[in-house]
């Protein structure tokens, strides 16, 4: 028996991200989170989720025990719907055939905006990332999910470089700026679950994590927090769960 009272933080970074996809969905999933989220959301409740990789799977079949390190990595073109080049994959986001994108980035502001580009002055950076690869397109063009750990340095209120857009500045600004779809849906840390206030378009927390308080999710941020009014606690990862999870991952390429 699993003591489902003991997880990592990337089992429940996992299992929360699990819960907020549904069935039937188009998911476009990299590796790590991603990829664990909706393959474990598809074993458990969502059988006709279509899993997206950026290097051209549609429909990938994961199997337990043999995840794929890359997005570029075929052992999952096996029984898929197809496998497409890059720009292919990325025009089926721009025909709306794409529900949800999942996202990371180093840093993460008030709007949801992502950085993945540099950390500090942009002629000088102290630090110097990956870059966007195909967030920008997934950001702009889906709902988003970010799964990320909860940091004071990483939830700023002004990244230094909007890599894959959120809101932008709130508002509507996100739609003035010639994106009429998508944004920020869910931000899942291992704190808390955020959403995004309809009107101002600012981060929100939805829901705490087991044994979290209102205080450290603010003390582990760079702004001032709102709490939804309804706030909830979100429910532990199960042994169901957890089992299934820890099946996928049994090489613990990304669960350590």
Do not use: W
């Not at 933080?9 to 188009?26: F, N």
């Not at 497409?84 to 502001?109: C, E, K």
């Not at 996100?174 to 808390?192: K, N």
């Amino acid at each position: 028996m699993i003591d489902a009272a003991n997880y990592t933080i990337v089992e429940i970074l996992t299992v929360l991200s699990a819960r907020q996809l549904r069935d039937g969905q188009v998911v476009f999933a990299g590796v790590g989170v991603p990829l664990l989220a909706a393959t474990l959301a598809q074993k458990l409740g969502c059988p006709g989720l279509t899993i997206l990789f950026e290097g051209g799977v549609v429909g990938a079949l994961v199997e337990a025990g043999k995840l794929p390190p890359s997005t570029n990595d075929q052992r999952c073109a096996r029984k898929s719907n197809m496998v497409l080049g890059s720009t292919d994959v990325l025009l089926l986001l721009q025909r709306g055939y794409v529900d949800v994108g999942f996202m990371g980035g180093a840093q993460i502001d008030q709007y949801g905006n992502l950085n993945s580009s540099f950390i500090g002055d942009p002629a000088a950076p102290k630090v110097r990332l990956p870059g966007t690869g195909g967030g920008n397109d997934i950001s702009s063009l889906t709902n988003m999910i970010v799964a990320m750990k909860h940091e004071k340095r990483r939830f700023v209120e002004k990244v230094d470089f909007i890599t894959s857009p959120g809101f932008i500045r709130g508002g509507n600004t996100r739609t003035e700026s010639g994106l009429p779809c998508g944004g920020m849906f869910r931000v899942i840390t291992e704190l808390a679950v955020f959403g995004f206030d309809m009107e101002t378009k600012k981060i929100q927390v939805m829901s705490l994590n087991p044994g979290v308080s209102r205080e450290e999710v603010q003390d582990n941020t760079g702004f001032s927090l709102r709490f939804d009014g309804n706030l909830t606690v979100n429910q532990a990862p199960s042994e169901v769960e957890l089992k299934t999870l820890r099946q996928l991952d049994s090489e613990h390429l990304f669960i350590a």
